[in-house]
């Protein structure tokens, strides 16, 4: 115990220390110590006695107290003397009110508390330590003054609440507590322990935390518990003192219900915790995890972190502050600058605790892969996936699983990466090398949003990072570029043209290694050959930062190019040459994300353009692709609109002037003996073809370029002068249009006679003509419809935004024109087998070969066994991948397609019809802009009488083939440019692939630029599509509400469905479009939703998204009821399933299933009567049955359905019949329906958990009934094999019964072990139920056996060992609940599919028992036992909770 005395100055009593102290007044005892020269205090007291006598000598001001003696020594002396004292226990009362008076002085009392220094004298240096403790720590180790000097350091400890440091720079509370540590021995720990919380209780924020943080090395061990339940109480009151209290605790041996207990209290404040506090909290957190509630906590952990209130709160605060003080604006900057570091510091504590502990590791990951919506990531969860990734070698696959997965699902969006490198950019620095690895590896990835998702990594680090880290970028981004993988080469192309773009200054010192990549242009497409040559353009020609060797490499390599003779060098000199004149001829530039004003152009400079520009077509003149390829790449460049206007002067003044000369001339009648047909101008628009003055010069410019290839080669290049070629007839007209736009603000006047002129054509009458025509007229004749049709899309292209009605009409009439003649064209390529079109899309690779077509079967007997078409068919060879993928991707259904060729008015006789897109590529591509015609709605124009007055006007309206006409393309182009293709490697000796020929134009727009063009659109198609429901509406009120009746005209009523299925088509690819799910692209998703919405609740004002996602919902479901065929019916379902997913609160489950059962539930027939089916039609049935089935609210309710009411229903009906309820199931259609169903089972099975003896008794019965439901449905449809025993039916009842079953003994048998004695009867019942299923799954096995079908037989060692397995694992559920007295074991007999024995077999079993009756016993019974211990085994897998042992007794 302490001395008990009244300190009469202090005013503290020691029983009570929460009255603060005054400080004290400077005392003197009885004797007044006298202070000599040399520092040592002379003190005649018991105290400066007895310190003498051991050895230790006292000084004054700086200087420190002296020791002659060791300190164990001294402690001992001391003691002795002490003990031996006359006035013994007195005498220690005296003592410590010697050390009172002394340390009264403030000097005396630090020296006191410094360590003393030893003599040093030749005597006793050998003997003193180098080190002395302190005259207050020495004395603590005596026992009997230990009480009281700590009572009287407590009592000093108040002096210094307002002055802990002195002028020393000295901390005395500090230093008292130091006294107090690592003592060897305390007298009264308790005593101590409550003084210490008394003087927490009540010490200023810094003299707690020195206290705290040192109570593990002030008290014993046994009190660890104690000071921990303490210091939680405090931590409760008082979060404030969080970091020194974690700090105590971490050190403390504390058991788990307490720690767990601490844990709990301290993450109830981590939300509100200082962020500077956060590292130590964190820290404490993940060292208090145990293995078995690791995923539990940091999943608490990391929803309670929040790292954007680091940063954006300073900021909120800074912009705050601005408008009250401009002179606290620093603040917060450097506020934010210290909440930085502490967030790096919080992840180098995640990262020493990944790095060590393999549970915390094992536990972020479990607990970020929990996390199943957008709006519960955060960016902690990004960074910590990257800490993990660069911290943990094994974890590193696990890591790019779990990141593919979240940024598939879109729960991990590029908002987090942007985030993440512009406010942590500390932390993310050093994860550099594995933010690299990952950007590469998710390049290389198939999946578009990963690519993306790498892509955007490589961005944000390059804009973050140093310069060593941007070389290390544009390293990988060259690597990329050379690696020959297409989709990797355009993702890194695109990459540096963003950073070149926005950081030009910082790219420029990295542009010899960009220069690299011309060297790998073999490889590249023109598309990436063009950014290629931008990069370096814009590198080469930068304002402030010109590159004159760049610019040197780039001229050599072009001119190189240009002088070739091989078309694929000449055509990426050309696009090369024209790119460079492009960023030279600029007016504005975009340099370091700024748009900058560029000087007009010097004369000199103008000099180096036109001569490049001669050069090039010089270099071309004589190679008319190659020329026209130099039109059209020119005319892309005029069309973007930043021409310098001298450059554009010149270039237009030779256009027009060399059009006119190549291919306008005057209408005058033409000889025709020259040509291989009459020559007739067709196509006049003129109300009198007397006014038409000119005319395309078509059919004599073929006729003489057809004769030219006849002509000796050298003398062809001999001649200086240009060849006009038509092939060079769109391009040019396109270079001209623009030009000529350019030049007059848009205004085309000045070309507008060339809409309306006719072209020099031959009679287009053909008729029944074909069959007498040579093989060379009608190729002749399809090479002249190729150049007419691509005349008409460039017209329409040129034209079509043109605001004038009188123009509009005629825009409209090339349409019907183009229509027209596709129709003719399909004919005429019928006939044409082995034709070759003329190239239309210049900037890639000649077409090898030809389309495929499927001619009569005279034309095939015909050709056979001729050596020509052997070597026709080696041109043809190479060029069928890609006419067949043309092919597949046709919209038009097949049943359809076929149907509309056999009840064409116009069909010929033995010639079947091809489908244009198969010739997609040899078409000039329609821009954007043309869909503008959508909007147009009547136009009419004047019809002029002989005297030039208006007589009548005529109503000129898009029609239903030329609106399909312009659908189609518009599919093309969503699908080819919202859907990207996995990045797949080019099969080995594999063409590339031809995708993007046709789509050259298109593929210079951003998805963002052609989603705004798509959204404008919205407003005109969905009137288009209303039409089409009101004509089916009307169609159906007719006819009774049938489409099948007599009278319904097919053509009109073919081509009405394949518009609507093409405007719906529209509508899901625009509203599928993956990058609505970015934050920037929220306002575009709107405004679309918005038109539809606006349909529905018209000028109601603005929506919120799930208001709009809901108007379009309904809007849209409005249509189901005149949908007249099932692949509209698809499109449709497959639009309001991209509309519900984007909704977060409603995803419409109920009324997809409603929607899709509507479908099912209807008779689909087409307008001649005939019921629709064909490949197309059941792959149509198979999606929307799995949409179903996906969304219905019970599947197994469902399939009890079919199965109990339709199927049969179907069984009853004739050979042609259906059921009634589904009508679509029909037995062609059965094993569809089958297949879905046994995979919906066997899915839904999957997702009962077996639960555990602990659950409730209705939950185990609500698990066992939904078992019982499931086992019923699954012996329904097993036992149909009986009647519908086709092979497709048979291997999916194989396939999907085996893993009915072995889901059942995973999920269904733990589930039965402990309901068997609350539920026998139901179990027993299920269990019959299942065995006659398993029964007739046997018998399928010898079906497949005795029929020797190998597609078969695959399942059935897999099935055998699953129904074995069940066998056994019966018994043992029997056993585990004493029942084993109920299971027998018979003898199964090999049946056929209608239970018949299969007497062939009979035989072989008695052969096969005899001949193991007859082996070695040792070797059966080695057989035997290796059986039993693969039984066991598999049987343990499926019920761990069942003992090895157990289950080897019953095998």
């Avoid at 060791?70 to 004292?85: E, T, Y």
């Avoid at 020493?352 to 502990?357: G, I, L, N, R």
């Avoid at 059209?632 to 002067?649: R, T, V």
Wanted: hydrophobic share 40%; proline share 4%.
């Amino acid at each position: 115990m302490y001395l008990r005395r009244r300190f009469s100055k202090s005013g503290i009593r020691a029983e009570n220390l929460t009255e603060l102290p005054k400080a004290k007044k400077s005392r003197v005892s009885g004797k007044k110590s006298s202070v000599p020269q040399d520092g040592v205090m002379e003190s005649g007291g018991v105290f400066g006695q007895l310190l003498k006598t051991g050895g230790i000598t006292l000084k004054a001001g700086e200087r420190q107290n002296e020791i002659a003696v060791d300190g164990a020594i001294f402690q001992k002396k001391l003691h002795q003397a002490l003990r031996k004292h006359s006035s013994y226990p007195q005498v220690v009362e005296e003592f410590i009110t010697g050390l009172e008076s002394h340390i009264e002085n403030r000097d005396q009392f630090r020296n006191c508390l410094l360590p003393c220094v030893s003599v040093q004298n030749l005597e006793t240096s050998n003997a003193v330590h180098s080190y002395c403790e302190s005259l207050i720590k020495l004395l603590l180790g005596i026992e009997i003054l230990q009480p009281a000097i700590i009572k009287l350091l407590f009592e000093k400890i108040p002096e210094f609440f307002d002055e802990s440091v002195g002028s020393d720079g000295l901390n005395l509370p500090r230093l008292i507590v130091n006294q107090l540590k690592w003592l060897d021995r305390i007298v009264d720990s308790k005593e101590l322990l409550s003084t210490i919380m008394q003087m927490i209780s009540v010490s200023p924020p810094t003299i707690q935390h020195d206290i705290i943080t040192g109570l593990p090395e002030i008290l014993e061990d046994a009190q660890h518990s104690e000071i921990a339940r303490e210091l939680s109480s405090l931590l409760k009151v008082n979060t404030e003192l969080m970091v020194p209290i974690l700090d105590a605790l971490s050190c403390l041996n504390l058991d788990l219900e307490l720690l767990s207990e601490v844990c709990k209290s301290v993450m109830v404040t981590v939300a509100a915790v200082k962020v500077e506090d956060l590292p130590v909290v964190v820290k404490f957190i993940l060292r208090s995890i145990k293995a078995t509630n690791a995923v539990e906590v940091i999943s608490d952990l990391r929803k309670k972190l929040d790292l954007d209130s680091c940063v954006s709160l300073p900021q909120i605060q800074a912009s705050q502050s601005k408008f009250r003080n401009q002179s606290q604006a620093s603040l917060p900057a450097s506020q934010v600058s210290i909440n930085l570091d502490c967030v790096k510091l919080l992840f180098e504590v995640i990262k020493s605790a990944v790095k060590f502990q393999k549970t915390i590791l094992e536990g972020w990951i479990k607990a970020i892969e929990n996390v199943s919506s957008a709006s519960d990531h955060k960016v902690l969860d990004l960074i910590v996936l990257f800490v993990i990734y660069a911290t943990s070698s094994k974890s590193k696959k696990q890591i790019e699983r779990v990141l593919r997965s979240k940024i598939r699902l879109g729960y991990m969006r590029e908002q987090f990466l942007q985030n993440a490198f512009r406010y942590h950019s500390l932390v993310m620095r050093d994860l550099f090398p594995a933010i690299l690895s990952l950007s590469e590896i998710f390049v290389h990835s198939a999946d578009p949003c990963i690519v993306s998702f790498g892509s955007c990594m490589y961005k944000q680090a390059f804009a973050a990072f140093d310069a060593y880290c941007q070389q290390e970028i544009v390293g990988a981004l060259v690597t990329h570029a050379c690696g020959g993988n297409s989709v990797e080469v355009d993702v890194s192309l695109d990459v540096l043209t963003d950073l070149v773009s926005l950081h030009t200054s910082l790219v420029v010192p990295y542009a010899v290694f960009l220069k690299s990549i011309l060297d790998y242009m073999d490889n590249l497409s023109p598309q990436q050959i063009r950014k290629l040559f931008h990069i370096l353009s814009v590198l080469a020609f930068s304002q402030g930062h010109r590159s004159s060797h760049i610019q040197d490499d780039m001229h050599m390599v072009i001119r190189k190019q240009l002088s070739s003779t091989i078309p694929k060098y000449k055509r990426i000199g050309i696009i090369g040459a024209v790119t460079m004149v492009g960023s030279m001829a600029e007016k504005r530039s975009r340099e370091n994300g700024q748009i900058m004003e560029r000087a007009q152009l010097s004369k000199e400079q103008c000099r180096q353009i036109t001569s490049l520009l001669e050069l090039v077509c010089s270099s071309c003149g004589q190679v008319p692709q190659a020329l026209a390829l130099y039109y059209d790449e020119l005319a892309n460049l005029i069309q973007k609109g930043n021409m310098d206007l001298q450059i554009l002067d010149w270039i237009g003044s030779s256009v027009v002037k060399d059009f006119e000369t190549d291919f306008v001339t005057d209408l005058v009648p033409i000889e025709d003996s020259a040509f291989l047909f009459p020559v007739k101008a067709l196509y006049c628009l003129e109300e009198e073809e007397s006014e038409a003055t000119i005319a395309i010069n078509l059919l004599p410019l073929l006729s003489q370029s057809q004769l030219n290839k006849h002509v000796d080669e050298v003398t062809a290049k001999s001649k200086e002068k240009r060849i006009v070629s038509p092939e060079c007839l769109s391009p040019f007209f396109r270079l001209l249009r623009f030009c000529i736009s350019e030049l007059n603000n848009g205004n085309m006047e000045d070309i507008d006679a060339l809409l309306v002129c006719p072209l020099y054509l031959t009679n287009l009458e053909v008729g029944g003509k074909l069959d007498s025509l040579s093989k060379q007229e009608r190729e002749f004749l399809c090479t002249l419809l190729f150049h007419a049709l691509n005349w008409f899309r460039e017209v329409v292209n040129a034209f079509c935004q043109q605001n004038d009605a009188e123009i509009k009409g005629r825009v409209l009439a090339r349409l019907q024109n183009i229509t027209e003649l596709q129709c003719l064209l399909e004919k005429i390529l019928a006939a044409s087998p082995g034709y070759a079109p003329p190239l239309a899309n210049f900037d890639s690779d000649t077409l090898e070969g030809v389309p495929i077509i499927n001619t009569a079967g005279t034309t095939k007997k015909k050709n056979k066994g001729k050596k020509s078409l052997k070597s026709d068919s080696s041109k043809t060879s190479s060029a069928d991948n890609f006419l067949l993928e043309e092919d597949t991707e046709s919209n038009q259904p097949e049943s359809e397609a076929s149907q509309l060729e056999k009840d064409s008015p116009e069909k010929e006789s033995q010639t079947s019809l091809v489908q244009l897109q198969s010739y997609s590529a040899y078409f000039r591509e329609l821009d954007l802009e043309v869909f503008n015609i959508f909007h147009s709605g009547l136009l009419t124009r004047s019809v002029l009488d002989t005297e030039m007055h208006t007589k009548t006007r005529e109503i000129v309206q898009i029609g239903p083939a030329e609106l399909l006409f312009l659908l189609e393309d518009l599919c093309h182009k969503l699908e080819h440019i919202l859907i990207p293709t996995p990045a797949k490697r080019a099969p080995f000796l594999k063409g590339k692939g031809k995708r993007s020929v046709g789509f050259s134009h298109l593929c210079q727009r951003t998805s963002q630029e052609v989603i705004e063009c798509a959204v404008e659109l919205l407003k005109p198609l969905c009137n288009h599509m209303e039409n089409m429901h009101n004509y089916f509406q009307a169609l159906m009120a007719e006819n009774q509400g049938m489409i099948d009746r007599p009278g319904v005209n097919v053509q009109e009523h073919q081509l009405m469905s394949s518009c609507y299925q093409h405007l719906l088509q529209v509508f899901h690819l625009l509203f599928a479009w993956s990058g609505f799910s970015q934050n920037e692209n929220h306002s575009l998703l709107k405004s679309g939703l918005h038109v539809l919405a606006d349909r529905l609740k018209p000028g109601e004002g603005e929506f919120s998204l799930e208001e709009l996602l809901s108007y379009c919902f309904q809007y849209l479901l409005n249509f189901q009821d005149s949908i007249p065929n099932i692949y509209c019916a698809l499109s449709l379902t497959q639009l309001l399933l991209v509309i519900a997913e984007k909704s977060v609160v409603n995803l419409k489950h109920k009324e997809i299933a409603s929607i899709t059962k509507h479908f099912l539930c209807q008779s689909w027939m087409q307008p001649n009567g005939i019921r629709q089916k064909g490949p197309q039609f059941n792959d149509a049935l198979h999606t929307l049955f799995c949409i179903y089935m996906e969304h219905t609210d019970n599947i197994l309710k469902a399939i009890e359905d079919i199965s109990s009411i339709g199927i049969p229903e179907l069984i009853n009906s004739s050979k042609d019949g259906y059921s009634s309820t589904y009508p679509t199931l029909t037995r062609q259609t059965f094993p569809i329906f089958f297949r879905v169903m046994m995979a919906q089972l066997e899915s839904s099975v999957r997702s009962i958990s077996p639960g555990t003896p602990s659950d409730a008794k209705e939950v185990q019965l609500e698990k066992l009934l939904q078992w019982n439901m499931a086992v019923r449905d699954f012996h329904i449809l097993v036992n149909l094999v009986k009647v519908f025993d086709s092979r497709p039916v048979l291997s999916v009842c194989l396939k999907y019964g085996r893993l009915f079953v072995e889901t059942f003994l995973k999920h269904g048998m733990p589930l039965l072990d402990y309901s068997f004695k609350k539920h026998r009867d139901d179990v027993q019942s299920l269990l019959k139920t299942f065995q006659l299923s398993t029964r007739q799954l046997h018998h399928m096995c010898g079906h497949s056996k005795i029929h020797q079908d190998t597609g078969l037989t695959s399942h059935v060692p897999l099935l055998k060992k699953s129904l074995e397995l069940f066998v056994y694992r019966v018994k043992a559920m029997l056993a585990l609940n004493h029942c084993q007295e109920a299971f027998w074991l018979g003898v199964l007999k090999n049946r056929d599919l209608q239970g018949e024995e299969i007497l062939s077999q009979v035989s072989q079993e008695d052969e096969n028992v005899s001949m193991i009756a007859g082996e070695d016993p040792m070797k059966s019974q080695l057989w035997g036992r290796r059986r039993i211990e693969e039984i066991t085994k598999d049987v343990n897998a499926l019920s761990p909770t069942i003992p090895k042992s157990f289950l080897r007794g019953i095998v």
